[in-house]
T-cell receptor, first 112, second 110 residues
Framework: DAEITQSPRHKITETGRQVTLACHQTWNHNNMFWYRQDLGHGLRLIHY???????NKGEVSDGYSVSRSNTEDLPLTLESAASSQTSVYFC???????????FGPGTRLTVL | DAKTTQPTSMDCAEGRAANLPCNHS???????VYWYRQIHSQGPQYIIHGLKNNETNEMASLIITEDRKSSTLILPHATLRDTAVYYCIVRGNQGGKLIFGQGTELSVKP
């Protein structure tokens, strides 16, 4: 069955380190999204991509970057991790028409 | 995208219908109403969406008022596993971006 996976599921890092969170989907979807969710809040969009080599900034993109070199993967990089980036990160993908977004299980990131 | 307003929390007895309201008074003609839910610590799960007609699938029914300024998600026979945060989202045709609000925390009680 097709699926979307994220790794690692949990990560602890230190302030200033570069961190990359992986997202892999097997639906062959062109559209992929990264969100963050902080305690007691809804999800906020970080970056998104509509296809290979396409990337776009969401509402909270500062301090994050993405690159799309193939259809299946959209890694999220924190260039220099900050304590304010401690959060749960969700990746999602959607097919043409965007009728439904499929979400991954999330990565819990702690920046000390 | 239009903003939505939902109650912060609701309770429902197991086996009864859960009716979750959503106001989206500034919705425009080409914007869809989407519902997602998030069970504790999991990724959000798509439930249903609609434009102006009522919709039903195996999970729920979506009732959209004629003026499209509000909608109701109906879970016909709520179970304990339906306890979750339910998000009502209005999305236009400009890409698949979803703007999540605070959602409604539904507690299904035995």
């Amino acid at each position: 069955d097709a699926e979307i996976t994220q790794s690692p599921r949990h990560k602890i890092t230190e302030t200033g380190r570069q961190v990359t969170l992986a997202c892999h989907q097997t639906w062959n979807h062109n559209n992929m999204f990264w969100y963050r969710q902080d305690l007691g809040h809804g999800l906020r969009l970080i970056h998104y991509s509509y296809g290979v080599h396409d990337t776009n900034k969401g509402e909270v993109s500062d301090g994050y970057s993405v690159s799309r070199s193939n259809t299946e993967d959209l890694p999220l990089t924190l260039e220099s991790a900050a304590s304010s980036q401690t959060s749960v990160y969700f990746c999602a993908s959607a097919g043409q028409g965007f009728s439904e977004q499929f979400f991954g299980p999330g990565t819990r990131l702690t920046v000390l | 995208d239009a903003k939505t307003t939902q109650p912060t929390s609701m309770d429902c007895a197991e086996g009864r219908a859960a009716n979750l309201p959503c106001n989206h008074s500034t919705i425009s003609g080409n914007e869809y109403v989407y519902w997602y839910r998030q069970i504790h610590s999991q990724g959000p799960q798509y439930i249903i969406h609609g434009l102006k007609n009522n919709e039903t699938n195996e999970m729920a029914s979506l009732i959209i008022t004629e003026d499209r300024k509000s909608s109701t998600l109906i879970l016909p026979h709520a179970t304990l596993r339906d306890t979750a945060v339910y998000y009502c989202i209005v999305r236009g045709n400009q890409g698949g971006k979803l703007i999540f609000g605070q959602g409604t925390e539904l507690s299904v009680k035995p």
